[in-house]
């Protein structure tokens, strides 16, 4: 079953304060994610709820540490159930482009899809070894041109339209993907970045403000990947795909999925 979301609106107190003194509040330039309450609250997420900063990212890395972990050659089957296309079962849909593609062209051919670490491996040099190499909450289905286009691009706005890419962009230095993907981008670079903190004999993945990271374990921009996270909140098939990995796979969940509004609370 997938988790309660339900959210809570902001005080607005202090506004309504302000104006009474007769002061300006300046302009929001973007509206935070809501907080969310979730069934997984008081059980699984019971050690991070009310923290923040540090000490949040800290509790989420000690919960979602806890997971099982499938080989390299295990992730072809398993995305054909996380990524399966809720409107044909016989496909899956593909990450960045939007498309929906048979379950059976998964390989290394045009036309094909293959599994696409939306934290490049080369960032931190961890390749496809078990654990952050094989972890789904940042593998996914995806057409191979386009794969091979994003290649271990940094993520940020602007470029020119990728071919077959359903709206996504490319320049020389960086790849936006298209905007009904960019919130899951986001929530997946950001979940790897709090499991893989270097205690586990893995690089120590951190989101910074620059592209161009080349074999560094650090992927950017963070202040782009944050309005992403509140300009495209979690979607259905995230969810449900976040509920397949915990159920079958791994156990584990990506909190910022479940908690969008976590983004702000630690970055």
Not at 85 to 101: E, H, K, Q, T
Request: charged content about 20%.
């Amino acid at each position: 079953m997938l988790a309660t979301r339900i959210r809570r609106w902001k005080p607005v107190a202090l506004t309504i304060a302000a104006v009474l003194v007769g002061l300006t509040a300046p302009a929001l330039t973007a509206t935070p994610a809501a907080a969310t309450t979730t069934a997984y609250d008081s059980t699984y997420y019971k050690n991070a709820v009310g923290k923040t900063g540090a000490s949040l990212k800290s509790s989420l890395h000690t919960i979602i540490s806890s997971q099982s972990k499938i080989s390299y050659s295990a992730v072809w089957e398993a995305l054909k159930v996380t990524d399966q296309d809720p409107n044909n079962s016989s496909n899956v849909l593909l990450l960045y482009s939007g498309a929906s593609r048979s379950k059976s062209l998964n390989g290394g051919d045009l036309g094909d899809w293959n599994r696409e670490h939306t934290w490049a491996k080369s960032h931190g040099d961890f390749g496809e070894v078990t654990g952050p190499g094989t972890d789904l909450h940042h593998l996914r289905a995806c057409d191979v041109q386009v794969n091979s286009i994003r290649g271990n691009l940094d993520f940020d706005n602007g470029g020119s339209a990728v071919a077959n890419g359903g709206g996504s962009t490319v320049d020389s230095d960086s790849f936006a993907p298209r905007p009904a993907d960019r919130g899951d981008v986001a929530r997946m670079i950001l979940y790897m970045a709090v499991r893989y903190d270097g205690g586990d004999g893995f690089a120590d993945l951190e989101p910074d403000e620059k592209v161009n990271n080349g074999s560094a374990p650090y992927m950017g921009k963070l202040s782009v990947l944050k309005a992403w996270n509140e300009a495209d909140p979690p979607s259905a098939f995230e969810e449900r795909r976040n509920q397949v990995i915990y159920d079958t796979y791994q156990h584990n969940r990506n909190p910022f999925i479940d908690h969008p509004e976590w983004v702000e609370a630690i970055w």
